[in-house]
């Protein structure tokens, strides 16, 4: 009686220990998804990050056609990194709007003028508040958005070449 | 002594490069006003997990987005909104990865039946104990 | 020349390691009168000054920043501060690994020399394990983390040392800690080798426990240090944030605080055989599962250093040799380990049994609320588990086990009755009674840390009611460390009560010249200036504070950013009064018009420092009852020696 419960110690350890090595195992996933994908976007509405460029608002999704909507700012290195694929996808035929992240309407336009823009509309975010509203915790990150205005799919971290094919069949999909 | 000053400030923005240049949100760095909801903006924003740093709570860090969260916090609660329903917008953005107080449900009932087991087990050695007594 | 030196002194102590396993495993099989079993405590002693070459041969490598070393190469830099080299010997994975098992073979050598109080088998058998343990942390260093490796070509200059540990309390924290770790490898070691031999004696939990307070102590200092440094370093007044590499030092703590009570009894009163030694398998595990999720990277920390799958995986293989072969041994032997001593529970056994019961339990829980969103990772999806779980759900065990631990030193060993003690009951109840209502009424404060304050005040009364009526200059060594290590309880408990109930915080933004105000205290910015420090360059406000009518103080918080590597740290300014601390730190520049205005952050902690000087008094506590056991044996071993002389 008393016998096989002095193994219950082993045994805790052996789970335990399982799970170590499963979690040793696969890589770590640092990324925080969002919690609306399937969810109709936030109601918003946010000046233009630069001067004399469209400015985007909740409003401007609900046309029926699915866009991209682009996460960045002009002081991340990586948002520069992904600039010519953004262009690829505007290439693609993919509307691409933005907002910019705590950010100087003159920083962005120098980003743009060296960049390239491939962006319809961009807001400017100054205090994450957007960002914050998406469940968005970093830049860059690009979110499908559908004809309604559903968020369909995130994208965490900046696009490579490869994502570009995958992000243009998620937006197929969402048209 | 200015020189030096100046100096350091240009500096300053090139030994942390993926920084942003604008300042703070008003109320990342700033009280409100009304001492009893600062105190509820206080407890809630300790629980609150910021996500660009490495486990630390929105309260004890001086990322930028963590100073933006703080801002959403100060601004909602004193728009008249109460704690658990800023928390609940924000688990509703984020999941329940962005609360450090796990609340009962489908997902988390092993850290309250543990507890609770625990207690059982321990009041179950003391009460044979105290049966050993009258042996 | 001397990082060859230093590995093959490296090598040579695990050739002997091998050979102590080897002679200990035959002494058991077939008794300790075969001529390899005689080689085993001399090849721990030799063992231990190889080890100690090896190690003095790092510290040189660092001390001269001979940068041929990839180690040093990665760590260190010519422009640091020479205790800073020096600490960066173990500042990083390969050489705190060589410090551990340093100190591992120290420890052996120094069982091997001294200890004869056991019967040799069970000894032999001890020194074999201890061996096992080292073999493993041998393997380690030699296959995957040379300390010695050399880098060709060597670079010109080093990368730096993190520079949130280019402080004095953070140099000495890891080796602290490491001898905390080592001393609950030697009582894990002690019960493997009992339960082999199936001796355990009550002259067993003597043997092992100086070992346990040695551990217990530095556990505690640890621990404390670790938390004062979180609390002046990341600059927003916390010092305790139920983060997993801080669960990670405390759960080691948490047995290592069970099994030093279980050891005493066991050791006085020849009861709770089989859970002692439990605890001792559970305490070592601890401090290898914690350096597990510190060093693998699963988890998540803030503190999280030398992270590394690879290594991860070795610590898993280790961990499971140990502990599970511990555990296994442990299933197959505690059947047979014979019952010990029965007891009442109103006793001075029943009072530990249900401490030993509570911090179980706390473990349990802190283990489950570290690893569950671990757990969950797994699974699929995300949680967090913080302060708003660990605090009330902790506080379920800790405040009866606070309780217990006021009335407990008083009762009698075997069987009591709480009559007996009726007078001290009610001075103890008084006690929490007036605080409880002090606090209530004139503070009017939250409910957990009022139950805090007052049983901290029932600890503290309880915990000096053993020393009434007693001379104080003839009561042992022993009863003093309980007494003030149970008082440390009390003060630290309230420190943690009365920063939770009585902070106030301030947050503003001034131009120089403007002034505000935190608590008690006025506080001016005099005026903000440029400094060059050694390897870093900052900005330090200069604060004039004063209390009502008091005389004004300076205060100098610091932005310091460093640029070996680069990053930014606050470096808080503390104002420390027998009632609290005032705590400054600087931000950045505000935003806005004008002459500049700057970030300021004021904090007024009113004893706060109870925390610290609490965890000082516990460990100062546990330091005077282990030189009383410890003078204690000497004193037995002469007599001993003249009755047999």
Same mark, same amino acid.
């Given at each position: 009686?008393?016998?096989?419960?002095?193994?219950?110690?082993?045994?805790?350890?052996?789970?335990?220990?399982?799970?170590?090595?499963?979690?040793?195992?696969?890589?770590?996933?640092?990324?925080?998804?969002?919690?609306?994908?399937?969810?109709?976007?936030?109601?918003?509405?946010?000046? !233009?990050?630069? !001067?004399?460029?469209?400015?985007?608002?909740?409003?401007?999704?609900?046309?029926?056609?699915?866009?991209?909507?682009?996460?960045?700012?002009?002081?991340?290195?990586?948002?520069?990194?992904?600039?010519?694929?953004?262009?690829?996808?505007?290439?693609?035929?993919?509307?691409?709007?933005?907002?910019?992240?705590?950010?100087?309407?003159?920083?962005?336009?120098?980003?743009?003028?060296?960049?390239?823009?491939?962006?319809?509309?961009?807001?400017?975010?100054?205090?994450?508040?957007?960002?914050?509203?998406?469940?968005?915790?970093?830049?860059?990150?690009?979110?499908?958005?559908?004809?309604?205005?559903?968020?369909?799919?995130?994208?965490?971290?900046?696009?490579?070449?490869?994502?570009?094919?995958?992000?243009?069949?998620?937006?197929?999909?969402?048209? | 002594?200015?020189?030096?000053?100046?100096?350091?400030?240009?500096?300053?923005?090139?030994?942390?490069?993926? %920084?942003?240049?604008?300042?703070?949100?008003?109320?990342?760095?700033?009280?409100?006003?009304?001492?009893?909801?600062?105190?509820?903006?206080?407890?809630?924003?300790?629980?609150?997990?910021?996500?660009?740093?490495?486990? %630390?709570?929105?309260?004890?860090?001086?990322?930028?987005?963590?100073?933006?969260?703080?801002? %959403?916090?100060?601004?909602?609660?004193?728009?008249?909104?109460?704690?658990?329903?800023?928390?609940?917008?924000?688990?509703?953005?984020?999941?329940?990865?962005?609360?450090?107080?796990?609340?009962?449900?489908?997902?988390?009932?092993?850290?309250?039946?543990?507890?609770?087991?625990?207690?059982?087990?321990?009041?179950?050695?003391?009460?044979?104990?105290?049966?050993?007594?009258?042996? | 020349?001397?990082?060859?030196?230093?590995?093959? $002194?490296?090598?040579?102590?695990?050739?002997?390691?091998?050979?102590?396993?080897?002679?200990?495993?035959?002494?058991?099989?077939?008794?300790?009168?075969?001529?390899?079993?005689?080689?085993?405590?001399?090849?721990?002693?030799?063992?231990?000054?190889?080890?100690?070459?090896?190690?003095?041969?790092?510290?040189?490598?660092?001390?001269?920043?001979?940068?041929?070393?990839?180690?040093?190469?990665?760590?260190?830099?010519?422009?640091?501060?020479?205790?800073?080299?020096?600490? #960066? $010997?173990?500042?990083?994975?390969?050489?705190?690994?060589?410090?551990?098992?340093?100190?591992?073979?120290?420890?052996?050598?120094?069982?091997?020399?001294?200890?004869?109080?056991?019967?040799?088998?069970?000894?032999?058998?001890?020194?074999?394990?201890?061996?096992?343990? #080292?073999? =493993?942390?041998?393997?380690?260093?030699?296959?995957?983390?040379?300390?010695?490796?050399?880098?060709?070509?060597?670079?010109?200059?080093?990368?730096?040392?993190?520079?949130?540990?280019?402080?004095?309390?953070?140099?000495?924290?890891?080796?602290?800690?490491?001898?905390?770790?080592?001393?609950?490898?030697?009582?894990?070691?002690?019960?493997?080798?009992?339960?082999?031999?199936?001796?355990?004696?009550?002259?067993?939990?003597?043997?092992?426990?100086?070992?346990?307070?040695?551990?217990?102590?530095?556990?505690?200092?640890?621990?404390?240090?670790?938390?004062?440094?979180?609390?002046?370093?990341?600059?927003?007044?916390?010092?305790?944030?139920?983060?997993?590499?801080?669960?990670?030092?405390?759960?080691?703590?948490?047995?290592?605080?069970?099994?030093?009570?279980?050891?005493?009894?066991?050791?006085?009163?020849?009861?709770?055989?089989?859970?002692?030694?439990?605890?001792?398998?559970?305490?070592?595990?601890?401090?290898?599962?914690?350096?597990?999720?510190?060093?693998?990277?699963?988890?998540?920390?803030?503190?999280?250093?030398?992270?590394?799958?690879?290594?991860?995986?070795?610590?898993?293989?280790?961990?499971?040799?140990?502990? =599970?072969?511990?555990?296994?041994?442990?299933?197959?032997?505690?059947?047979?380990?014979?019952?010990?001593?029965?007891?009442?529970?109103?006793?001075?056994?029943?009072?530990?049994?249900?401490?030993?019961?509570?911090?179980?339990?706390?473990?349990?829980?802190?283990?489950?609320?570290?690893?569950?969103?671990?757990?969950?990772?797994?699974?699929?999806?995300?949680?967090?588990?913080?302060?708003?779980?660990?605090?009330?759900? #902790?506080?379920?065990?800790?405040?009866?086990?606070?309780?217990?631990?006021?009335?407990?030193?008083?009762?009698?060993?075997?069987?009591?009755?709480?009559?007996?003690?009726?007078?001290?009951?009610?001075?103890?109840?008084?006690?929490?009674?007036?605080?409880?209502?002090?606090?209530?009424?004139?503070?009017?404060?939250?409910?957990?840390?009022?139950?805090?304050?007052?049983?901290?005040?029932?600890?503290?009364? =309880?915990?000096?009611?053993?020393?009434?009526?007693?001379?104080?200059?003839?009561?042992?060594?022993?009863?003093?460390?309980?007494?003030?290590?149970?008082?440390?309880?009390?003060?630290?408990?309230?420190?943690?009560?009365?920063?939770?109930?009585?902070?106030?915080?301030?947050?503003?933004?001034?131009?120089?010249?403007?002034?505000?105000?935190?608590?008690?205290?006025?506080?001016?910015?005099?005026?903000?200036?440029?400094?060059?420090?050694?390897?870093?360059?900052?900005?330090?406000?200069?604060?004039?504070?004063?209390?009502?009518?008091?005389?004004?103080?300076?205060?100098?918080?610091?932005?310091?950013?460093?640029?070996?590597?680069?990053?930014?740290?606050?470096?808080?300014?503390?104002?420390?009064?027998?009632?609290?601390?005032?705590?400054?730190?600087?931000?950045?520049?505000?935003?806005?018009?004008?002459?500049?205005?700057?970030?300021?952050?004021?904090?007024?902690?009113?004893?706060?420092?109870?925390?610290?000087?609490?965890? #000082?008094?516990?460990?100062?506590? =546990?330091?005077?009852?282990?030189?009383?056991?410890?003078?204690?044996?000497?004193?037995?071993?002469?007599?001993?020696?003249?009755?047999?002389?």
């Amino acid at each position: 009686m008393i016998g096989w419960r002095l193994w219950l110690p082993l045994l805790a350890v052996a789970l335990l220990l399982g799970l170590f090595a499963l979690q040793l195992g696969r890589p770590k996933d640092d990324f925080v998804r969002s919690a609306l994908i399937g969810q109709p976007l936030p109601p918003f509405r946010l000046e !233009p990050a630069v !001067p004399g460029q469209p400015a985007l608002a909740s409003t401007d999704f609900a046309d029926g056609r699915p866009r991209l909507l682009n996460v960045f700012a002009s002081w991340c290195v990586p948002c520069a990194a992904e600039a010519p694929q953004l262009t690829a996808l505007k290439a693609g035929g993919a509307e691409i709007v933005a907002v910019a992240i705590r950010d100087k309407p003159a920083d962005v336009a120098v980003f743009l003028a060296r960049y390239g823009n491939p962006f319809s509309r961009i807001g400017g975010d100054p205090y994450s508040q957007l960002q914050i509203a998406l469940g968005s915790s970093g830049v860059p990150e690009t979110f499908v958005i559908d004809g309604q205005g559903v968020i369909r799919h995130q994208h965490i971290g900046d696009i490579r070449a490869a994502d570009v094919p995958r992000l243009l069949e998620e937006l197929r999909d969402a048209g | 002594m200015r020189l030096l000053l100046a100096l350091l400030l240009a500096l300053l923005p090139v030994a942390a490069p993926a %920084q942003d240049s604008l300042p703070p949100a008003p109320y990342a760095y700033r009280q409100l006003d009304d001492p009893r909801l600062e105190r509820e903006a206080r407890d809630l924003m300790d629980s609150l997990r910021c996500l660009t740093c490495q486990s %630390q709570s929105i309260a004890d860090s001086d990322a930028p987005m963590a100073g933006d969260m703080r801002h %959403q916090v100060r601004t909602r609660l004193a728009a008249g909104e109460t704690p658990e329903a800023v928390r609940g917008w924000l688990i509703g953005r984020y999941g329940d990865y962005i609360s450090y107080r796990p609340a009962p449900g489908a997902t988390t009932w092993p850290l309250f039946a543990v507890p609770v087991l625990l207690l059982v087990a321990a009041l179950l050695v003391i009460a044979r104990r105290l049966r050993g007594r009258s042996r | 020349m001397i990082a060859e030196l230093g590995l093959a $002194a490296l090598w040579l102590a695990a050739a002997l390691a091998a050979l102590q396993l080897l002679g200990g495993v035959i002494a058991l099989a077939r008794g300790e009168a075969e001529p390899l079993a005689g080689l085993v405590r001399p090849a721990a002693q030799v063992q231990a000054l190889l080890c100690a070459i090896a190690f003095a041969a790092l510290l040189y490598l660092f001390a001269v920043t001979d940068l041929s070393v990839a180690l040093v190469a990665s760590n260190s830099h010519s422009a640091k501060p020479a205790i800073f080299k020096l600490a #960066g $010997a173990w500042g990083n994975h390969e050489g705190s690994m060589l410090l551990w098992i340093t100190v591992m073979a120290l420890a052996g050598g120094l069982i091997a020399w001294v200890e004869h109080r056991l019967p040799e088998r069970t000894l032999l058998a001890t020194l074999a394990a201890q061996a096992f343990v #080292g073999l =493993g942390f041998y393997a380690f260093l030699l296959a995957s983390s040379n300390p010695f490796a050399r880098m060709v070509p060597a670079p010109a200059e080093g990368a730096g040392l993190n520079p949130l540990l280019q402080d004095i309390g953070l140099a000495l924290h890891p080796p602290v800690l490491y001898c905390g770790y080592v001393g609950l490898s030697v009582a894990f070691s002690f019960a493997v080798g009992a339960l082999l031999t199936r001796e355990v004696t009550p002259t067993f939990a003597r043997v092992m426990r100086p070992w346990v307070l040695g551990a217990w102590v530095a556990l505690t200092l640890g621990i404390t240090a670790g938390s004062y440094w979180a609390y002046y370093e990341l600059g927003w007044g916390g010092w305790w944030f139920w983060d997993p590499v801080e669960n990670a030092s405390l759960m080691p703590w948490l047995a290592a605080t069970a099994l030093l009570h279980s050891a005493g009894v066991l050791a006085a009163r020849d009861a709770l055989r089989t859970w002692t030694l439990m605890l001792g398998v559970v305490a070592f595990s601890m401090s290898m599962i914690g350096t597990f999720l510190v060093r693998s990277g699963i988890l998540t920390s803030v503190h999280a250093f030398a992270v590394d799958p690879e290594r991860g995986t070795f610590i898993l293989v280790l961990l499971a040799l140990y502990i =599970g072969g511990a555990l296994a041994l442990f299933a197959l032997r505690a059947g047979t380990v014979a019952e010990g001593e029965r007891f009442a529970i109103v006793s001075r056994e029943g009072g530990l049994v249900i401490n030993n019961v509570a911090l179980s339990a706390i473990l349990g829980i802190v283990l489950l609320g570290t690893l569950y969103p671990l757990l969950t990772e797994a699974l699929g999806f995300r949680v967090s588990v913080g302060p708003p779980y660990f605090n009330p759900v #902790g506080a379920i065990f800790f405040l009866p086990a606070m309780a217990v631990l006021a009335v407990g030193p008083l009762l009698r060993w075997r069987q009591d009755r709480l009559a007996r003690i009726r007078w001290q009951m009610v001075a103890v109840a008084i006690a929490f009674t007036v605080a409880l209502l002090a606090a209530w009424l004139l503070a009017g404060i939250a409910l957990l840390p009022l139950l805090g304050m007052a049983l901290a005040a029932a600890v503290a009364v =309880g915990s000096v009611l053993p020393l009434a009526r007693r001379k104080l200059t003839r009561a042992p060594l022993t009863l003093w460390g309980m007494v003030l290590a149970h008082l440390g309880v009390a003060l630290a408990v309230f420190g943690m009560a009365a920063d939770s109930a009585f902070t106030t915080e301030r947050l503003v933004a001034l131009r120089t010249g403007e002034q505000t105000s935190v608590g008690p205290w006025r506080v001016i910015l005099e005026n903000v200036e440029p400094v060059a420090g050694p390897n870093w360059t900052a900005l330090t406000a200069s604060l004039q504070v004063a209390h009502a009518g008091g005389a004004p103080v300076l205060l100098e918080p610091q932005a310091r950013s460093f640029w070996a590597p680069a990053q930014q740290t606050s470096e808080s300014a503390l104002l420390t009064r027998w009632n609290g601390q005032l705590y400054a730190v600087i931000g950045g520049q505000a935003p806005g018009d004008g002459p500049e205005r700057w970030q300021l952050r004021l904090w007024w902690k009113p004893f706060v420092t109870c925390i610290w000087y609490g965890g #000082g008094l516990i460990a100062f506590g =546990g330091l005077l009852a282990l030189i009383g056991h410890v003078v204690g044996d000497l004193r037995r071993r002469r007599r001993w020696r003249e009755a047999r002389a």
